[in-house]
């Protein structure tokens, strides 16, 4: 139940962030381009590959994202593989659950949840293109002198020109440093006024310290080799990121080996948990319907059809079981037509609606009457010669003398 509630409380926070960009997209969902791109991936372009690959992946489930920030909030005390070992049986993709070894990513994709969904948006439906940005950016970045290898990543470059790629590893594949650094300086003069990045600040408590001019800044190194599963396949037209499906399975031991193509790695919309495609084409790629116009016409038409109560109609009330009782009350389902009384329940020998309902308004004979109907009763029952209708006729004189001859020859117990 509690993680019922949460998953609700997450869908409403994430659904909350997104509904802007929500409704842009379904009245275009064109696909993005190489300017909004390069101001999309700016903040993450200069991480180490796997690192980028497997927060590209991760990008695409929002909702498994926030989850796993707050649990990484949650225990601070967990850190690289040790933090990763901790949420291995959890339902998240293997990308979300791998994240975890890396806090300072899962908050800044968490606390910015426009542009995390952005970024899952264009890996799901542009992942090309994605990589085309990436090396634009790469190449930036190396050409105002701010990408190079240093003690904690190792760049290095193939090719020249536009044709050039740039692949940034480990310098220790055992410890994996996680960048810092202002879009708006780091890639020299930004070319595109009208799609500005946009800078968020390393959150406090990993190592980065505050001094941030124009490089990168690096902060804490963190023990997750463990957590590395993914990468990229770099190539002109055709780069796309690739999955360790051997690591994989150490990370997450329910991942699906099956899902995998030649190593590529491919979106599983059941970790999307319903959060809309940004486009009608990515939506149908993926079985993702929404009611039309149409269908929500039809909709309201049945709702509008449907029979409505009355507005002075009074409830069926369920028939109570017959009893003994002064505390009977009348079945008001059997109200007859007219204004006519309602049909009480009937003692014994008394015809309905005759001399018992009348009798009732004759207040203390009424009372006499039933007392010497209980007498005779009582004198019945003393002397079986008597018969039975004898002790039917003291019934009825009870209900106000409404009985007639006994059926055993004895005169009733009506008035005497």
Aim: cysteine-free.
């Amino acid at each position: 139940m509690q993680r019922r509630s949460l998953m609700i409380a997450l869908a409403a926070t994430v659904a909350a962030g997104a509904g802007r960009a929500a409704w842009a997209q379904e009245a275009g969902g064109k696909p993005f381009t190489p300017e909004q791109l390069d101001q999309i991936l700016a903040p993450i372009a200069l991480y180490p590959d796997a690192l980028l690959a497997q927060t590209l992946m991760a990008a695409s489930y929002p909702l498994e994202v926030v989850e796993a920030a707050r649990w990484s909030k949650a225990n601070p005390a967990l850190k690289g593989d040790a933090a990763v070992a901790a949420v291995k049986d959890k339902s998240w993709d293997v990308s979300v659950k791998s994240l975890v070894a890396f806090p300072q990513v899962l908050a800044q994709l968490s606390d910015h949840l426009d542009w995390m969904q952005k970024v899952g948006d264009a890996m799901i439906a542009q992942e090309q293109d994605v990589a085309n940005s990436i090396q634009r950016l790469r190449a930036r970045a190396a050409d105002a002198g701010n990408l190079q290898s240093s003690k904690e990543q190792t760049v290095s470059s193939q090719g020249s020109g536009t044709d050039r790629t740039i692949v940034i590893a480990p310098a220790n594949p055992e410890v994996i440093y996680v960048p810092a650094y202002n879009p708006n300086t780091v890639y020299g003069t930004w070319p595109y006024p009208a799609y500005p990045p946009t800078y968020y600040p390393p959150p406090p408590g990993y190592g980065y310290g505050s001094a941030l001019l124009r490089g990168l800044m690096f902060g804490a190194g963190i023990a997750a080799a463990g957590a590395i599963f993914g990468g990229w396949n770099w190539g002109r037209g055709s780069s796309y990121v690739n999955v360790n499906v051997n690591r994989a399975v150490n990370i997450d031991r329910n991942y699906n080996v099956n899902n995998i193509n030649n190593g590529r790695w491919q979106h599983e919309p059941i970790h999307r948990k319903g959060v809309a495609y940004r486009d009608p084409a990515t939506r149908q790629r993926f079985n993702q319907t929404r009611p039309g116009a149409d269908q929500r016409q039809e909709f309201r038409g049945r709702l509008e059809n449907q029979p409505r109560p009355q507005a002075n109609a009074r409830p069926n009330l369920p028939n109570r079981p017959a009893g003994p009782g002064p505390a009977q009350r009348p079945n008001v389902t059997n109200r007859a037509a007219g204004g006519q009384h309602p049909n009480f329940q009937n003692h014994a020998g008394a015809p309905r609606g005759g001399g018992a309902i009348r009798g009732t308004n004759n207040g203390q004979q009424v009372n006499r009457e039933a007392a010497r109907g209980r007498a005779q009763q009582s004198r019945a029952a003393t002397h079986p010669s008597g018969g039975g209708g004898g002790a039917r006729g003291g019934g009825g004189g009870g209900a106000g003398g409404g009985g007639g001859r006994a059926g055993g020859g004895n005169r009733g117990g009506g008035r005497q």
